[in-house]
Structure formats: C-alpha cells, structure tokens
C-alpha cells in the first residue's frame, strides 16, 4: 500500500552489534530484548503443555511417568505465569509504548529498565537451572507443606528464581508509574491519555504492592526447605493453610496483572478500528484501577474448601462479585463503542473480538465458582482449569496477539501479510476454545486437576481438547512464522498505516532514537475521530 | 453410544448444586449471546465502506452506564446469596443422627479405621438414605475429598480435623477423588464410596466385625500411656476427669471456653498448653510423637465412650442442644460397639 521507504535513521539502525543491544538503555530495544526472551520462554512453556496434552489422549497414564508428568505440569506453570504471562503485554508493549503514548524521550529511570530485564533474565536462567537440574514437582503454587516436606526436587531453587524475577516485576512497575506521573508531554491531561497508559498503570500498581507478598512466601517456602523453620508444618505449630493465603494475595492479582493490560490494548484496537472514541471513556479508565484494588481483596475465594471459616468465605464470594462489576463495564463499553463506528476487520481488530469472546467466557465461568455452593464442587478440577486458560491464554495472549500485530509496524516499520494474519487468528480462536471449552464439562463431570491417570468416562473430552491443542499449537507458530519474514519482506508501512489516533502514530516507522523530532503538544482528547468537544466528557 | 457428560445426582446436596448451576448457565448464556450478537450486528452494519470514513460522534451516555452497572450487580448479588446458602448447608453438619466415619489420607491412600466394622482402604461402605459425617484428617501433606457424584468436596489438613457430610440416595459404586495435588501418586489416590441399602449394610457391617474397635484399642492405649494417672477422679485431680467431656463446654484459663469436640481433644493430646482448662495448672506433657494420628483416632473414640460418673451432675448429658446429636455416633453404629461403652466407673476400669 505503499511505496515509502524506511526512515533513513531510526533506533534499529543507529547503533549496530551486541554491544549496542546488551547496553542499551533504549526503551525501545529493551522492549525488543523482552520480546525475544519472552518469546523463548514461550516455546518452552508450550513444549511441557504439548507433553502433557499427548499424554492426556489416553486414560492410562502411558506416555510419560507420573513423576514427569508432574513435573511437566510445574514447569509449564511456573514459566507461563512468572516468565511469560506476567511480564508478556507489560515488559514488551508497555515498555515500546508507554515513552511514546505520554510523548517522552523514553522512560523515567532507562538505566532501571536494563536493570529490570537482566534481574529478569537471571531469574529466569535460575529456573531453567532447577529444571534442567531435575526438574520441580511442586505445582506453580508451591502449596506446603507437600513443596516443604514431601517434594524431593528443585523447589528450592525454582522459588529462587521467581524471588530475583519479582524484583524486575517491581522495578518495572515503578519505572511505569513514574513515567506516567512525571513525564507526560504538555496539554497530556490524565483524561487525555490513552486507555493502555490507565491499565498500565493499574497493573504497575499492582507490581509493586504485591510482587512483594510473593516474593517473602516463597523465600519462607525456601528458608523453611532449608533452615526447617516450621512456619507451614504443623508438626511445629505451623500452619499449611497461611501458604495459601499470602501465596494467592500475590497471585490472585496477579491474574489482572496479565489481563487489566490485555484490557488495554483491546481499547486501543477497538477505538483505532472503528475509528471512534471508546465509549464511556472515563468508565473503562476507572474500572482499571477498580480491578487493581479489588484485586486484592478476593485472594480467599482459591480456600473455600481448604479450611477458612464459612464466614470468611461469604465475605471473599461477594467482594469477588463485585470485582466482577467493573470487567463487566469494560465488556459493555467496548461493545457500545462499535455502535455506528466505521469498523475494519483488520487482524488487530480479530483479536480484539477474539478477546471480548473469551475474556466474556472466562469472567462468566468466573461467577460459577464465586458462587459458594458450585466452588465446592469445581474448584481444583478441570472447570478451574479451563475458567483460568479462557482468562489468561484465551484473554490475555489474544490481547497480547492483537497488540503486537496493531504495532507491529510501528515497532519494524513494516505490515505483516494481512491474508496469514487472519489464518493465523482463525486457527488460534478455533484450537484454543476446542482444547479448553470440553475442559469446563469435564471439570464439571469431576475430572479433578493435576491428575495423570484418569477414569475411561472421561476420555472422550480429553481427546477433543488434545486435538484443539494440536490445532493451537500450529495457530501459535503461524505468526510466528509471518511476522520473522515480514522483517525482511513485509511492504513498508509509513508512520501511520491504520490511520490511527496517539502520539505513537505521530512519529516515523520505525521511530527516530528519541521518539519525537520535537516534545509533542497534546491539544485534544484521546482517539478524537470525529473531531469531539473535550468538555462532552462522560 | 454417546457417553454421560453429566455427573450423577446422588446425594441430598447434589440437586440443589446443580439447580444452582443451570442458573448461573442460563444466565451466561443469555449474556454470551447478548454480548457475541451485539459485536456481529455492529461489525457488519457499521463496517467499514470507505477508506477515510471515521465513526459517529458518540462519548458515552451516563444511563448506559449505570444501566449495565446495576443490573449485573444485582443478578450477581443472587447468585452470591443462593451461593452462601448451598455452602452453609454442605458445610454445616445438620441435627440428628448420622453415621460416623473417620478418614486417614496420606500419600497416596484413603483410610477409614474401623469403628467396628471392617477395616477399609479406599473404599468406603456407607448406607443409602442417611447421613454420613465424616472426620478427616491427613498424616502428611495437604488432600482433599472429592466424590463428584455427590457434589462434596474438602481439603484434608495435616495436624486439623476437618468436619463435612453428605447423604447419598442412589445406591451404587462412586468415585472418590483426591483434589488437591500431593504429589508423585496423586492421581492414584482414587477410591469408591459405596452406597448400600441398609439391610445390606447392617448385614456388611456385622460381616466384619473385628474385636478390636476404635474404642477398645483406644482404652488399650489409654491404660499403656498411663493417661488416668492424672485423668481420674482417684488421680488428686491433676488433670479434667474426661468422663463424658465430649461435646460438652469447658471452661478455660482465662475465662474462655470451648466445645470439646474432636478438634479440641486432639490438641490437647497434641498441643496440651493451647487451651488448659480452668483450675489446673499446664503441667501435661505433648503427645506429638508418641501417638500417631491413627492411634489419636482411638483415643478420642475411648474418650467418648467414656459416660459421666452417675454422681456427677446428670444434667451434662442431657442439656445437649439440637445441634450437637453427633455425640451420639456409637449407638448409631451398629450394636455391637455398645459392650464398649456400658462400664462407667472411672477409665482406668480394668475389663
């Protein structure tokens, strides 16, 4: 669509060699650097998923033994969710854009933000060591006092790992807070800013406040391994159930960690693709931070069979319906926000449907086991399982997807093919609501989580979901595929080939070293399509 | 044939489960389809027909907002109250009588000691039509018991006792699931509850009898560790006199008081300066080690056998409230464990 030619100077090419890539302190090569790292971890993660998924084909537990099969599901856990899902939308797009959508040169603290992906990297090889050192049994949850007492493999180590991780979590959230308070350009009111800065700000907040709990359960985990302390064992007056609570008073938030900046790339995508201002743009904006703070309110409702009071667990069943309220908005929001757009089915835009699809599904599943009387008979089968796959694959790699594919130009200066793009999405959006949709009868059937070896009656769903992940499988390496040749063959996009609204648009594809040829001045309302009055602000 | 994809209902709990889960199916059926048909409509009559057209002019609307605010909120303030109350009947042990059953899990097996009839390992024999509470404990690491067909399950914690019941109504063979991960044999740690009519389990139970019960091996362990030295009214009070303590409250230092239900026993075998009773100093030594977790079952089964001196206050037993009839679980048993329970001097009793 065009015949323009790449800017004759932008970050990729003003320095060369791995020198200028290892010490750099540009956001934008930092960004890059995650997406490659991420993108490793990725594959590793979805290698244990595929084992696991062959494995699960027949009811006899025959491909593997059940050792490796725990440890199978442990380390696609612990690497999905610490070194994939959490830093995915954040580190990659939150560290491109977040310098760009405010009008900066980069971010506050650039130095921080190397720092932040080598404490990364090194939590991450410390965790490859413990399993390429024999591997974790534990379950990512590191439940005691089984990862304490009875596990006889790397817990020690893979807690490590996630412990060094967290410190690039936290000074990664700070580093965006910070930026976002301090650095936006002139007239970038915080009612003028693009959704993705309120989400990534929610969920910066949500880094800070508690990576921290996280990162003191699991130095416990490994301080009682190790020094014996008897915190979690009950034999010396400790107690197993105080894991779970400050384990998913970190980990329930961190749920919208991977999902609230999901929730702000769709309202880019969906604003920049029907060409029109999100509707009830404040609504969204707040129910960002709603989801932050209520976030961490609603850790209980993952013990309501493992001990806690009745009374507790009605306190966590309704806090958690009202953390339901304000997801639900965003839904309605952007639904609305389609009503009398000029709507494109560009792939970045599939996505976006695809996200609204799942995420709808995942947040409605969500209620089935905040419901007290129906959580006793789901939790830790197969319901759960699929509820948190709808939430945070289906959700957040679909948000995660469709983002990188929307500036994936700006970001190389080149469109990818549009007509693989949407195969690519097709056989994503079909593998994965065929592998995970049977999981929600089965886990209803009874088909507990975790298990190797499974009763015949439920093999038929297990076949169908195995299938599924086939089909996913191959829709995850279809743009994987695609998007490594559109570096070298991809048309030329110019600066702005949807076009959109936001400064990033503003500037060459890809951008100059500093963004901006000149500090932008914001003069209107975000995704101003039709030319709005600002004072007509809901 | 096309397989079930349904559970079975089989027990009291499993309809009212399931009712309330059709509900909050349909409701997120309504919502799927609201949501998914109003993208479509919109994608397609709004696509786009013209590179540059951009789209109306629209910000928001506060009615909308608050609309698909309150509603939702409303609908989930339903399902969050029929929730509570499903919750509150399964994990609450009704009135009356019930049936008894103790259950041991440790990597990877289910036990259930005999309270006098036979000894079961994953496996579990209980009659149709009638209540079952069961009083579960793990010897290692966290469990949790899961029988699908009845809609029950609980986490199972080392060093607690843990309370829950059902009522099957179907006779048959139904699976029993370990829930919660506990390692290598996890999904090994599978069983089957069986569901009788009741001739066929009186006739089970009094198939297995064994002479050595809970109770009676309880007393053996209460006479070998010497617990009357202290525990006895001839002992100088040095310890409670435990005759008919069960279910009953005790007072303790400090003004406070507890049911002495299973959980409590246990500590205080365990863990005997946690709660010591008013008017006796903290002087009893801790258990922990010494007895195992099956044989703290057997005491604790003694300790109830154990009726109230007719000199002391007869009142004890029979001031019981509506809500405490688990106290009698012996007699609900089965016959034969009554022989247990008949002397009722002091426990150091010789028989």
Not at chain 1, 449 to 458: G, I, K, N, S, V
Not at chain 2, 206 to 223: D, R
Not at chain 2, 316 to 335: A, F, N, R
Request: hydrophobic share 45%; with cysteine.
């Amino acid at each position: 669509m065009s015949t323009a030619v790449l800017p004759r100077e932008n970050y990729l090419n003003t320095d060369y060699g791995l020198r200028s890539w290892f010490l750099t302190t540009d956001h934008k090569r930092i960004c890059i650097l995650y997406l490659l790292t991420i993108t490793l971890f990725f594959a590793i993660g979805g290698a244990f998923a595929t084992v696991m998924r062959l494995d699960l084909a027949t009811p006899a537990a025959d491909l593997v033994s059940d050792e490796t099969y725990n440890k199978m599901f442990t380390m696609h856990g612990i690497i999905m969710v610490f070194f994939f899902l959490v830093p995915s939308i954040p580190a990659t797009l939150g560290n491109f854009l977040i310098p760009m959508m405010v009008g900066a040169k980069d971010v506050a603290f650039p130095k921080l933000n190397l720092a932040s992906w080598y404490i990364f990297t090194a939590g991450g090889c410390f965790t490859l060591w413990a399993l390429i050192s024999g591997g974790v049994d534990s379950g990512w949850t590191f439940y005691t006092p089984f990862s304490t007492l009875s596990s006889n493999t790397n817990v020690t180590l893979a807690a490590l790992g996630i412990f060094i991780a967290g410190f690039s979590s936290i000074l990664t959230g700070l580093n965006f807070m910070v930026t976002i308070h301090r650095m936006r350009a002139p007239g970038l009111t915080w009612f003028r800013m693009p959704l993705f800065l309120w989400s990534m700000y929610a969920a910066s907040l949500i880094f800070v406040l508690g990576t921290p709990v996280i990162a003191i359960t699991l130095l416990l985990v490994a301080a009682e391994r190790v020094l014996h302390l008897g915190i979690f064992d009950p034999a010396r007056g400790g107690d197993p159930v105080l894991f779970q609570h400050l384990f998913w008073f970190y980990s329930h938030p961190a749920v919208y960690i991977m999902v609230v900046p999901g929730m702000g790339v769709v309202s880019e995508i969906v604003a920049a693709f029907s060409r029109k201002r999100i509707f009830g743009y404040t609504f969204v904006a707040f129910s960002s931070l709603a989801i932050a703070i209520l976030g961490f309110l609603v850790w209980g409702h993952h013990l309501f069979v493992a001990g806690i009071s009745v009374y507790s667990a009605l306190v966590f069943s309704l806090l958690s319906y009202f953390v339901a309220i304000p997801s639900a908005i965003k839904v309605f929001n952007w639904t609305a926000t389609l009503y009398k757009g000029s709507i494109s089915f560009a792939t970045p835009m599939l996505y976006a449907f695809g996200f609204i699809w799942m995420f709808t599904i995942g947040g409605l599943t969500g209620l089935f086991l905040a419901a007290l009387g129906i959580d006793i008979h789901v939790t830790d089968t197969y319901f759960v399982i699929a509820h948190f796959h709808y939430i945070m694959v289906g959700g957040a790699i679909m948000a995660y997807l469709g983002g990188l594919h929307y500036w994936w130009p700006k970001m190389t200066g080149r469109l990818y093919p549009e007509g693989w793009g949407k195969l690519g999405f097709i056989t994503v959006f079909l593998g994965f609501n065929l592998t995970f949709f049977p999981q929600f009868i089965l886990g209803y059937m009874g088909m507990p989580r975790r298990y190797h070896a499974y009763p015949p009656e439920f093999q038929t769903l297990n076949v169908l979901s195995s299938a599924g992940a086939s089909i996913l499988a191959i829709g995850y390496l279809i743009p994987l595929v695609y998007l490594l040749w559109s570096l070298k063959y991809g048309p030329i996009a110019g600066p702005n080939p949807w076009g959109a609204k936001g400064l990033e648009w503003t500037t060459s594809s890809p951008p100059p070293k500093h963004n901006f040829e000149t500090t932008p001045i914001v003069t209107e309302p975000a995704y101003n399509y039709s030319e709005l009055e600002e004072t007509a602000v809901v | 044939m096309w397989p079930s994809l349904f559970p079975e209902e089989a027990s009291t709990i499993a309809p009212r489960v399931d009712a309330l889960y059709f509900f909050l199916v349909a409701v997120s059926c309504f919502f799927v389809v609201l949501i998914a048909g109003m993208l479509l409509l919109f994608a397609i009559k709004y696509r786009r027909r013209h590179e540059h057209d951009v789209g109306a002019s629209i910000h928001g609307g506060m009615v909308l907002e608050v609309t698909w605010t309150l509603i939702p909120l409303g609908i989930a303030l339903i399902m969050f109250v029929w929730g509570a109350k499903v919750y509150f009947d399964e994990y609450t042990p009704p009135p009356g009588n019930s049936v008894i059953v103790y259950g041991l899990a440790k990597q990877w097996m289910w036990k259930f000691p005999p309270m006098d009839g036979q000894r079961e390992i994953n496996e579990l024999h209980v009659p149709v039509n009638q209540r079952v509470k069961l009083i579960m404990t793990s010897q290692d690491v966290i469990h949790s018991f899961f029988v699908p067909d009845f809609r029950v399950k609980m986490d199972v914690l080392p060093g607690r006792y843990r309370t829950m019941w059902f009522e099957a109504t179907r006779t048959g063979t139904f699976h029993l699931f370990c829930a919660e991960y506990c390692g290598t044999g996890h999904s090994r740690m599978v069983g089957q509850i069986v569901v009788m009519s009741p001739s066929d389990y009186q006739a089970w139970v009094a198939g297995g009898v064994s002479h050595n019960t809970l109770a009676s091996a309880g007393q053996t362990l209460f006479t070998n560790l010497a617990c009357a030295s202290c525990h006895s009214a001839a002992s100088g009070s040095r310890g409670p006199v435990l005759n008919g303590i069960y279910e009953q409250r005790v007072k303790l230092q400090g003004g406070q008081s507890v049911i002495a239900d299973d959980a409590y026993l246990r500590e205080s075998i365990m863990n005997p300066a946690a709660k010591v009773a008013e008017g006796y100093q903290p002087i009893m030594p801790t258990y922990q080690g010494l007895v195992d977790d099956e044989q703290l079952l057997e005491l604790i089964e003694y300790i109830k056998t154990l009726k109230p001196a007719a000199a002391s206050a007869p009142s004890v037993t029979t001031s019981e409230p509506e809500g405490q009839g688990t106290s009698q679980p012996i007699t609900e048993h089965g016959k034969s464990s009554s022989a247990v329970s008949s002397p009722s001097a002091a426990p150091t009793a010789q028989r």
